[in-house]
């Protein structure tokens, strides 16, 4: 799980000709970050950092890699941050009168990327809770998805209508020209893959 970070503690140890040991090098990042959680100010951008940059990372050598499970992994991770955000964003005036939420927050992010197969929370959320609500609404949400597709589709073909009856001006004639073309275009190709 620290494997990028590792050559940081090591560096630590060499550096202090073996006074201080990665491990209690490492443990006191971890009590210092805890703090800092529990008390510390801009402890949602930690927070927030925590279950970023570390994820960010090992997803971009996900896409990168050979192998397809990390691939899942981190999806699912994502799928799960993204839930997580949703759901933090609407009960957020409720969330801050729990003492020492962004240290919970933090704990519940770094267990759902932990790379252990069975005690990744991210695989535990997804496959509990919201494949069962994906399935459930499946249905709804494509026909959803389908009727904006329609209404964003309708609405481009009206603008460029609009633009084509207020395009009179002959010194704008040549962009707008250029423009309806493209935008046409680009329906037709929605329209087709549509149907």
Known sequence: MIAPFSQVFVM???YSQGRVKRTYAFWGVCVFAALYLLFGYGAALVANLIGFVYPAYKSCKAIES????DDTLWLTYWVVFAFFGVIEYFTDILLWWIPFYFFLKCIFLIWCFVPWENYNGSFLIYNNIIKKLVSRYEKKIDQGLKEASAIARDAARQ???MVK???SDPANMGKVAGFVSKASELVEEESKKDS
């Open 12 to 14: 630590a140890e060499k």
């Open 66 to 69: 050979e192998d397809k499970d």
């Open 159 to 161: 603008g460029i209508s």
């Open 165 to 167: 009856d207020h395009a």
